[in-house]
C-alpha cells in the first residue's frame, strides 16, 4: 500500500472492531524467550512490527507461529543472542529483547534502534539500569555487546524520567536476575501493566503492578502460558477523534475505555458525548466541535504523545485558539506543515509548542507521512478536508494501524489504498 485516497466531507457511522494493541504485543512477544516453554499470545495485531519481532524471534532460534489471530512462540532453542541487522533498522521494539537476552543468554549483540523523526530516543536509561544489574556493554563496529558472565543481580533503580521502554526491558531483564530488582520511577501505561500479568501468568514475582514503583523478585523458572493482548488504546483513540473531527456517531467495539480517560476527558470537553458498554465504546460527536484552551501530552493516565498529532488535526475544526505542548519527544510537530498546506492555521512558537486556531476549513492535498500517528493524523484531516486528499508513505502507518483503510470504510468513510 503506498498512498491513501481520502474523500472528505463524509461523517462517520457504523461500528468497527479495534485490533490488539502493538505496545502491549511487542514487549509481550520478546518475554516468550524468558521460557524454554510453548507459550501463545493471542489478540496479536498484523502489523510490520509485530511482523520484524517475529523475524528477530525466528532469527534468535525461536518457533514462531500464527493461529488465528494468535501467535504461538516456542522459545525452547533460544541459541543465538546477535541480532539480525536488518530486523532492527528503524524498529525499537528489538530493545525489548536486550534485556530478555542478557537475562536468558548472559549476552546480547545488536545494532543501536537510532532514533527516528520524532526524537533522538536515547537509550541511556537502559544501559545504566543493566549495568546496575551486573552487565558491562562495549561497542563494537558501531553494535553494542553486552555481557552479563556471572549472570544478572537485582538492583535498586532511581529514574525521574519515566520511560515506557526501560521499565519493560529492567522488567524482562529482572524476573531471570538473582535477587530483588525494585524500579522507582516505573512507567505506569497499560503496555507495562500487560507485561507484568503476562509475566505473574508465567509464574513471575512482581509487586506494584500498574503503580511507578515495582519490586521484581528474579530467579524463579518461567512456565509457558496463554495471554490475549488488550485492544490497542492509541487506534482507538484515533477514531474516537476521527469522529470529533468528521462527525457522526460511532461503535469502537472492545475499545479499552477504562485505559483512555484522558482521551475522552478531551472528547467531553470539545462537546462530544461517550457511553462505556459491554461491547465497546460509544461515540457521538457534537454538531459544532468546542475548542479547549490548552492540551498538554504527559506520561500515563495523562494525555499520551501518541495521539497528540490527530489531537491537534481535530482542533483545526474546533472553535478558538488551543496551545497544544509535546512533553514527552523533541519533534513530534512534523504534521504541521502538511496541515497548513491543507489551510489549517497553526502557529509554532518552540519546539514543544503550537497554537492551532479554528474552526478552518482543510482542502484536499497530496501529503507525505513520515512517521507513525503523523501519518495517521493526516488520514483524518483527508476525512475532514473539501475534495480528495492523498497520503503518501503508508508504510509508516503500517507499522500501528492493521488497515486504517478498512476501519474507516467499515465507519463509512470514503478512503481506499493502492
Ligand atoms: C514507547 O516508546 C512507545 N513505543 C511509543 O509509541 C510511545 O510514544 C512512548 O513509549 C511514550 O509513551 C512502544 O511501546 C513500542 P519512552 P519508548 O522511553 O519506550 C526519553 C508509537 O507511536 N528516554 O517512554 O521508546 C525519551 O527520549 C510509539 O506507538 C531517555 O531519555 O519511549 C523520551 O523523551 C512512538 N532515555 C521519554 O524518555 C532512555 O534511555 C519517553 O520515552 C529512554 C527514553
Redesign the pocket.
Known amino acids: 500500500m503506498e498512498a491513501i485516497h481520502v474523500h472528505g466531507g463524509v461523517s462517520l457511522q457504523g461500528s468497527v472492531r479495534i485490533h490488539g494493541s502493538?505496545?502491549a504485543a511487542?514487549?509481550i512477544l520478546a518475554a516468550t524467550i524468558l521460557t524454554k516453554d510453548e507459550s501463545i499470545i493471542s489478540n496479536c495485531p498484523r502489523i510490520s512490527d509485530v511482523y520484524q519481532m517475529l523475524q528477530l524471534l525466528n532469527a534468535l532460534g525461536c518457533k514462531v507461529c500464527w493461529e488465528g489471530n494468535g501467535i504461538r512462540v516456542d522459545a525452547g532453542n533460544v541459541t543465538q543472542s546477535k541480532m539480525p541487522t536488518e530486523a532492527i533498522t528503524g524498529m525499537?521494539?528489538s530493545l525489548f529483547l536486550m534485556g530478555a537476552l542478557l537475562g536468558r543468554n548472559r549476552e546480547v549483540v545488536m545494532e543501536y534502534p537510532g532514533g527516528c523523526v520524532?526524537?533522538?530516543?536515547?537509550?541511556?536509561?537502559?544501559l545504566k539500569a543493566l549495568e546496575q544489574m551486573g552487565a558491562v556493554f562495549e561497542e563494537k563496529e558501531g553494535r553494542i555487546c553486552g555481557k552479563a558472565p556471572e549472570g544478572l543481580h537485582g538492583a535498586e533503580i532511581y529514574w525521574n524520567?519515566?520511560?515506557?521502554?526501560?521499565t519493560e526491558n529492567i522488567i524482562l531483564a529482572a524476573v531471570t536476575a538473582q535477587g530483588k530488582t525494585k524500579i522507582h520511577g516505573a512507567?505506569r501505561?497499560p503496555?507495562v501493566e500487560h507485561l507484568c500479568r503476562y509475566l505473574l501468568a508465567c509464574g513471575g514475582d512482581i509487586e506494584g503492578v500498574g503503580t511507578d514503583c515495582l519490586c521484581i523478585s528474579g530467579g524463579k523458572a518461567l512456565r509457558g502460558t496463554h495471554y490475549t493482548v488488550p485492544a490497542d488504546r492509541?487506534v482507538a483513540g484515533t477514531y474516537v477523534l476521527a469522529c470529533l473531527a468528521a462527525g457522526g456517531c460511532v461503535l469502537l467495539e472492545e475499545a479499552p475505555a477504562q485505559q483512555m480517560t484522558s482521551v475522552l476527558e478531551l472528547a467531553s470537553s470539545m462537546g462530544a458525548e461517550y457511553q462505556k458498554a459491554a461491547n465497546g465504546l460509544y461515540v457521538q460527536a457534537p454538531e459544532r466541535l468546542q475548542g479547549v484552551r490548552e492540551l498538554i501530552t504527559l506520561?500515563y493516565p495523562d494525555f499520551?504523545?501518541?495521539l497528540q498529532s490527530v489531537a491537534l488535526t481535530a482542533m483545526t475544526g474546533a472553535d478558538g485558539e488551543c496551545l497544544i505542548e509535546e512533553t514527552?519527544?523533541?519533534n513530534r510537530f512534523r504534521v504541521v506543515e502538511p496541515l497548513r498546506e491543507m489551510g489549517a492555521d497553526i502557529r509554532q512558537l518552540d519546539a514543544a509548542r503550537v497554537i492551532v486556531r479554528g474552526p478552518t476549513r482543510l482542502e484536499g492535498r497530496e501529503v507525505e507521512a513520515v512517521e507513525?500517528?503523523g501519518g495517521a493524523a493526516l488520514v483524518v484531516a483527508g476525512l475532514i478536508a473539501e475534495g480528495e486528499t492523498v497520503v503518501r508513505g503508508c508504510r509508516y502507518i503500517d507499522r500501528?494501524y492493521e488497515n486504517i483503510c478498512r476501519d474507516l470504510r467499515e465507519l463509512g468513510a470514503r478512503i481506499y489504498s493502492v
Do not use: M, Y
Open positions: 502493538k505496545n511487542l514487549p525499537r521494539s520524532i526524537g533522538k530516543r536515547p537509550i541511556d536509561l537502559h524520567i519515566s520511560s515506557v521502554g526501560a512507567a501505561e503496555e492509541i506520561p499520551p504523545t501518541d514527552i519527544f523533541e507513525l500517528r500501528g
